[in-house]
């Protein structure tokens, strides 16, 4: 009987052990689980965090694009969580502070997950260097010349050129069309227009009419024209060359000026003496600067209506380009009135372009004296009326009236075109400060 006993009891004692190993082992695996999914949790929080911070960082370059002044915003209440938004430094360089709080919770400051991401910020400014080395360059429309206009500077064009009593180009001339003319133009830089000529002025063309040519003449035919240097007949036609922008460079243009916003409407700033800084923007509509006002380039201006400069307005680069050129596109014509005043950015090599990509007859008109731009009609004709003076024309055809005078500036062979200082905020590097 007692053996009997204690062999039951032994069993139970067996139970018992077998039980517990099996409860704890329940528990480890619980336990386990437990902490698994505690740790997933807090694993997928962590990825939210670190998206909603990287959403902060491209909401902070979208809204710098827009306006450089931004200096961020707090309290961004998401789905997800919220996000805190500090941007601090100079016009060159930004550090961004993305700050997410992840759940979103009543208080942030009881959130599970905090992550604090520093991104840094540099303002790329997009160049494009083309060179003009012509002081006029015309399309198949060709050239007209009205009495006593000049053109300082060498001359391609497209289509014919004409002139009126006195019209001179001082400087080379090349007409590319076959069986195109060159009629009624002094070509060269006699001492009588001042100063010493670095050229004698050669003239390439198929057919010379009432020319007086001071250097070298390559010609098909000629007709009462007198030439100082030798005469090369049954000299081959030059050949065509494109304007040097094409439509490509400028959309991408249009795209760089877009990235700062746009204003939709009609703008008008009339207010003497007032200064208004923009760029890069777009204008949807048409743009008017009059009355004494200023308008300062800060980057790339789109206008996608017709702009008109006058009454005393004046249009300049920041000084920041420093030698770089600045330029408003326009979809519409462009009209610069007496008196207006343009300037680059005060270095000799910067300029404005004013181009007009309109086919409307003239796209372009120039009444003041604009030393500092070049105009260009990517599609239409120039017309520069009585006494203007500028530093470069391109058109598709162009119309100097009597007196206008273009006169070349060499530093336009490598000019170079910007959209402005911090014409596009972009992402350079970024680390996580706090998690």
Not at 89 to 105: A, L
Not at 164 to 176: E, F, K, L, M, Q
Not at 250 to 260: E, F, P, V, Y
Not at 389 to 396: D, G, M, P, Q, Y
């Amino acid at each position: 009987m007692n053996i009997k006993t204690n062999k039951k009891g032994s069993a139970w004692i067996g139970i018992l052990l077998l039980l517990a190993f099996v409860a704890t082992l329940g528990l480890a695996l619980l336990a386990d689980s437990i902490l698994t999914i505690a740790q997933s949790t807090r694993a997928s929080q962590l990825l939210v965090a670190q998206a909603l911070c990287d959403a902060g960082i491209e909401k902070a370059i979208w809204e710098l694009n827009d306006d450089s002044g931004y200096s961020g915003e707090t309290d961004i209440n998401l789905e997800t969580g919220i996000i805190d938004i500090a941007v601090a430094g100079t016009s060159e360089t930004k550090d961004v502070y993305v700050t997410s709080y992840v759940p979103v919770t009543e208080n942030k400051v009881d959130a599970r997950v905090k992550r604090t991401v520093r991104a840094k910020l540099t303002a790329e400014n997009n160049e494009a260097g083309f060179a003009f080395h012509y002081g006029i360059q015309v399309g198949e429309s060709g050239l007209s010349m009205s009495n006593n206009s000049q053109v300082i500077g060498n001359v391609y064009s497209g289509g014919s050129i004409s002139g009126g009593n006195g019209a001179y180009i001082r400087g080379d001339v090349y007409v590319s069309a076959t069986g195109g003319s060159i009629d009624n133009v002094r070509v060269g830089c006699p001492a009588s227009l001042g100063g010493t000529c670095p050229i004698a002025g050669d003239a390439h063309v198929d057919n010379i009419n009432y020319c007086y040519i001071y250097g070298d003449a390559f010609y098909q035919n000629i007709d009462n024209t007198t030439v100082l240097g030798t005469e090369f007949p049954g000299s081959e036609t030059p050949p065509s060359i494109d304007l040097p922008i094409d439509a490509t460079t400028i959309d991408l243009w249009k795209s760089w000026a877009a990235t700062g916003g746009t204003y939709s409407g009609n703008y008008t700033q009339s207010a003497n003496g007032v200064t208004v800084e923009m760029g890069p923007y777009k204008i949807d509509g048409d743009m008017t600067i009059t009355n004494s006002s200023i308008l300062e380039l800060t980057g790339v201006l789109w206008v996608t209506g017709n702009v008109t400069f006058s009454n005393l307005a004046e249009i300049k680069l920041d000084p920041s380009f420093g030698p770089n050129s600045g330029m408003i596109i326009v979809d519409g014509t462009i009209t610069t009135q007496n008196n207006v005043e343009f300037s680059g950015s005060g270095d000799d090599a910067s300029y404005i372009m004013l181009l007009s990509t309109s086919s409307v007859d003239p796209a372009i008109n120039v009444y003041n004296n604009s030393s500092s731009v070049v105009y260009y009609a990517a599609n239409g004709h120039i017309d520069v009326w009585n006494n203007a003076r500028i530093k470069s024309l391109t058109a598709e055809g162009i119309n100097l009236r009597n007196g206008a005078i273009v006169e070349y500036d060499t530093g336009l062979a490598s000019s170079n075109f910007s959209a402005g200082p911090g014409g596009a905020w972009v992402l350079k590097e970024w680390q996580i400060i706090y998690e």
